[in-house]
């Protein structure tokens, strides 16, 4: 262990192990988490063991500031430690695992795996061992042996997605299981609306005492989204959040309920003697005290300073501090911290919610310091202090950044995000560094299924993105999928103890969680899994002769559409497989033969799929992707990556099952159906004016328009305007048969042909040194066949025009509609709108058009008074859909709907205007929110709907009293955002 190196600071040679050992059974020891242990240790430490685990040559090497490392990343790859007896036990995230180690030796003595990932440390208790996991179930194991007392399923069905990349439950255990007096408290859950729960159980036979399903329905920032390591006080149990931990209340976290019965308590009872320290001068940031550093005698001690715990929310009265040069020691990354780079950027968390680095054993305080520069060093610092002054007594150097500590039964182990746990004693002389081994050929593997993999791999092509093997026997077919290919790979088993045994043989290989998760399939119950997410369906009993899959729609309905691939077969004959093609009544059928005979299907683009291929859905600028698939009721399929690091000026684009996602500087590629990160393109300013075709990516890149391929992300030509080289790219379409570029630069509008990859020119209209009556510019929506423009001179012809129209309308309307009208004649807002016959160029009309409220001047006295004095900044928007144009008056979203109270949306209108004749139809004020939506031939202007033709508005039946009503919905209490 030459990369380690020790320093010895001798004082007080009497310190000795005085009291007997004691345990550390929890996070920071005990329910209050309070992480001091009257604990005694002998100084100075020496190294006893390094363990290694197999996940640990896969933990990357940062490369951001520790003061920056964000959630959930950080975390990954932890085990999380806590120390009992003789043992030491750990879980892990990566493989789905819970291990318990010989203290001593760190020889295993036992490993259980889990369906999924299991965060946060176990809890021990009289004898068993308490967690839960991804999976959906919580745990109860027997601590001596790692045998199975109980199970208990948290998740209230077995639906699954994709987090992170990872198949998991949609309510997983991401909370410890923690035991007190007889009772096991844990929380369960994601997404509030999809459902959060919070449990308490028997602890010893795993019975539910009561569950409190209702918080996750609170509209506020006090629903339930859990995630790290619960407080238990006397009357309370508090919940931190997935990403925020323990920071911010009351805006975001923690939750809290009261013990006895689960119900919502919200703020520190005054009742309870052990109720959290909760304070701070603002109430954006105020501080859950209980977790920042170790409390002790009125001094909060935080590694290298301590300072006195009175009024620390306002001022912090210095106690001692001690330099750790070129180091930072980070003390309250376990409560989550809210960070910002600055306006424009995202807001992270710095939460690692396994982080423990601070601890009091006896007089002696540990902890750990990260090296601050990694381009220097991505080590730690492991110090032990006098606690009243901070003398340094010891300290040790470790390699990886070190982040729990625990003094338990004579030792000191140190846990870090590398996936590496250290040991240290006075006596040291142990066994040094242990690498867990990954076994090239684990036990049960005798490589029957190696030449099916080979076939299926060869003939299907798929070697990327995620499999599904259906009907497995012993498990070897997804094993040599993963080791062929590069798969995420969920296996469905039939029998509890052949999937067992085959998690066991996966996680000797290095591979279970990591890349295969296995799940069991009760009698007659649906696959679990998201519709679209498999790249590959196979089947392990159909290679060996087995019977051919059935509940075909129900496994087929996971075969990612334009690029997933079946197939099932191998030992059947030709006959046999096309009558078993022709009773699923699915298109794209073939039977290929190869090491054997299969049935293979590419399955076909879903039909009225749909796209997203412009900033607002389409050229019409209409803000719905016209998809007719989609039916409720919706629930996620994934979340997690493509990470943005900081968010681009363009919506992201869907199509053929690609997403495009920009940010100011890069493009990247991702599969619609998983977010699987395919490709990335960097480029300064890419991201800011993007369309999508079926097979390609337009961007506007300084004076030309790049055409990206679609599916990898490849740079393959550079088109310029008609007007010269020194002539910026303005709006434009892309005609999904990418047969035709339109674009308009330079007071010009022009279309270019695709098909010789020349760009050559089919007609222009305008440009630099045109006159004024040929010039057409403003702002841009096409569809059906004609290109708009509204902006542009107005004569006196196109005035008079405009105003004797809406004369005409507002007539048919109401008289006090018409005086108002007739007293602002001479100042309505008039502009040009022009329309071009997309297919030849030809102007059909210039025309003058009424904006007046609909984003241009308003007539009428505007009204703000927004929630916290925020107000939303209106524009001018125009929407084609058709045969029909429509001006209108958009806005970002106010606050709260603040706005609404004080009338402010009242002023705002629509008009609408006939596409082939650029006659009015109708004008409306229509109280409306924010961006208009067209959904066939109906506008959606929250929260009213009316019809595009007429601008009548629309009405349903209410739910309630039966009775004709205006159609309406809102989404009440959003906040900032389009």
Request: hydrophobic letters at 35%; a positive charge.
């Amino acid at each position: 262990m030459n990369r380690l190196r020790a320093s010895f600071v001798l004082v007080l040679l009497f310190l000795t192990v005085s009291l007997p050992g004691a345990d550390w059974p929890t996070y920071r020891r005990d329910r209050l988490r309070r992480a001091v242990t009257p604990e005694k240790l002998q100084l100075p430490l020496k190294q006893v063991w390094a363990f290694k685990s197999r996940q640990s040559k896969h933990a990357p090497v940062p490369t951001r500031d520790p003061t920056r490392a964000g959630f959930p990343e950080c975390s990954k790859y932890n085990l999380p430690i806590i120390s009992a007896g003789d043992s030491v036990y750990f879980t892990s995230s990566v493989e789905g695992r819970v291990v318990s180690l010989d203290a001593a030796t760190a020889k295993k003595n036992w490993e259980y795996f889990s369906g999924a990932g299991i965060y946060r440390t176990p809890m021990f208790w009289e004898g068993k061992l308490y967690f839960g996991s991804e999976d959906g179930w919580a745990y109860c194991l027997e601590a001596k042996t790692g045998k199975l007392i109980w199970k208990f399923q948290a998740a209230p069905a077995t639906r699954q997605f994709l987090s992170y990349g990872k198949m998991i439950s949609v309510w997983p255990v991401r909370t410890d299981v923690l035991v007190d007096k007889g009772e096991a408290y844990f929380s369960a859950g994601v997404f509030p609306h999809e459902g959060t729960y919070v449990y308490t159980l028997d602890a010893n036979t795993g019975k539910l005492k009561w569950r409190n399903d209702t918080q996750s329905e609170d509209s506020g920032q006090s629903n339930l989204a859990p995630g790290g390591h619960l407080m238990v006080t006397r009357d309370q149990i508090w919940v931190p959040k997935d990403f925020r931990g323990y920071s911010n209340m009351p805006y975001g976290a923690p939750t809290s309920f009261r013990r006895s019965d689960g119900f919502f308590t919200h703020w520190p009872d005054p009742n309870d003697p052990e109720a959290p320290k909760i304070d701070s001068n603002s109430p954006w940031t105020r501080i859950f005290w209980p977790l920042f550093g170790v409390e002790r005698d009125g001094v909060r001690y935080a590694g290298s300073t301590a300072w006195e715990t009175k009024n620390e929310h306002q001022s912090r009265k210095g106690v001692w501090s001690a330099e750790t040069p070129g180091r930072w020691t980070d003390y309250d990354s376990g409560v989550g911290t809210r960070m910002k780079a600055g306006y424009g950027y995202p807001v992270i968390f710095r939460y690692d919610p396994d982080h423990a680095a601070v601890v009091m054993a006896g007089d002696v305080l540990f902890h750990t310091a990260f090296d601050s520069d990694p381009k220097k060093g991505v080590g730690s610092g492991i110090y032990a202090r006098n606690y009243k002054d901070g003398k340094l007594l010891w300290s040790f150097d470790v390699p990886e950044r070190a982040n729990q500590l625990v003094v338990a039964n004579g030792r000191l182990f140190v846990g870090t995000r590398s996936g590496t746990i250290y040991a240290f004693s006075a006596q040291g002389g142990g066994p040094g560094e242990i690498v867990e081994k990954v076994e090239e050929k684990p036990a049960g593997v005798d490589g029957a299924m190696a030449a099916a993999a080979d076939v299926i791999v060869r003939e299907s092509g798929i070697k990327d993105g995620y499999g599904l093997v259906l009907d497995c026997m012993d498990g070897q077919l997804p094993l040599e999928l993963a080791r062929r290919t590069n798969l995420e790979i969920c296996a469905v088993f039939d029998d509890e103890a052949a999937m067992m045994k085959a998690r066991r043989m996966y996680a000797q290989a290095g591979l279970n969680v990591r890349r295969i998760a296995s799940w069991l399939r009760p009698a007659g119950e649906k696959l679990p899994y998201p519709s679209f997410f498999a790249d590959l369906i196979v089947s392990e009993a159909t290679v060996s002769g087995g019977a051919l899959p059935k509940d075909t729609e129900d496994w087929s309905r996971m075969l990612k559409p334009i690029r997933g691939i079946a197939m099932l077969g191998g030992a059947h004959e030709r006959r046999t497989l096309e009558d078993w093609a022709g009773v699923t009544a699915q298109k794209g059928w073939k039977v290929v033969t190869s090491g054997g005979e299969w049935a293979l299907r590419l399955r076909p683009p879903l039909e009225n799929g749909g796209g997203w291929t412009q900033m607002h859905g389409d050229a019409g600028n209409t803000s719905c992707s016209q998809d007719l698939v989609l039916k409720a009721p919706l629930g996620v399929l994934w979340y997690g990556t493509p990470t943005i690091k900081v968010p681009g000026k363009h919506t992201s684009l869907i199509k053929n099952g690609i997403l495009v996602v920009p940010e100011p500087n890069s493009l990247q590629g991702c599969d619609q159906y998983t977010g699987r990160h395919l490709w990335k393109l960097d480029a300064a300013n890419i991201g800011a004016n993007l369309g999508v075709s079926d097979t390609h990516v337009y961007a506007h890149y300084g004076k030309v328009l790049l055409q990206i391929n679609l599916l990898t992300g490849k740079h393959e030509k550079s088109f310029l305007t008609p007007f010269g080289k020194d002539v910026t790219w303005g709006w434009f379409a892309v005609a999904q048969d990418e047969k035709t570029v339109y674009g308009a630069a330079a007071n010009g509008l022009f279309a270019t042909e695709m098909e010789s990859g020349k760009g050559n020119i089919r007609w222009q209209l305008g440009g630099p040194n045109a006159k004024e009556d040929q010039r057409v510019s403003g702002t841009m929506a096409m569809s059906d066949g004609l290109i708009f423009a509204l902006g542009g001179k107005v004569s006196e012809e196109m005035r008079a025009n405009a105003i004797s129209q809406m004369r005409v309308y507002f007539q048919t309307q109401s008289p006090e509609l018409l005086k108002e009208f007739e007293g602002q004649v001479k100042e309505r807002d008039i502009q040009q709108l022009t329309a071009v016959d997309a297919k030849t160029g030809k102007i059909l009309y210039r025309t003058g058009v009424d904006i007046s409220n609909c984003g241009g001047k308003w007539m009428r006295s505007v009204g703000f008074g927004g929630k916290r004095h925020y107000n939303p900044y209106v524009f001018l928007d125009v929407y084609a859909r058709n045969g029909i144009f429509v001006i209108g008056s958009a806005s970002r979203a106010d606050k709260g709907w603040g706005v609404w109270n004080g009338g402010g949306y009242k002023v705002r209108a629509l008009t609408a205007y006939d596409g082939k004749t650029g006659d009015l139809l109708w004008y409306k004020f229509t109280n409306h929110r924010t961006r208009p939506v067209i959904v066939g031939d109906t506008i959606h202007a929250e929260p009213w709907a009316f019809d595009l033709r007429t601008g009548k508005k629309k009405t349903r039946i209410h739910p309630i009293t039966g009775q004709d009503a205006d159609w309406a919905w809102c989404r009440f209490d959003k906040q900032c955002g389009v």
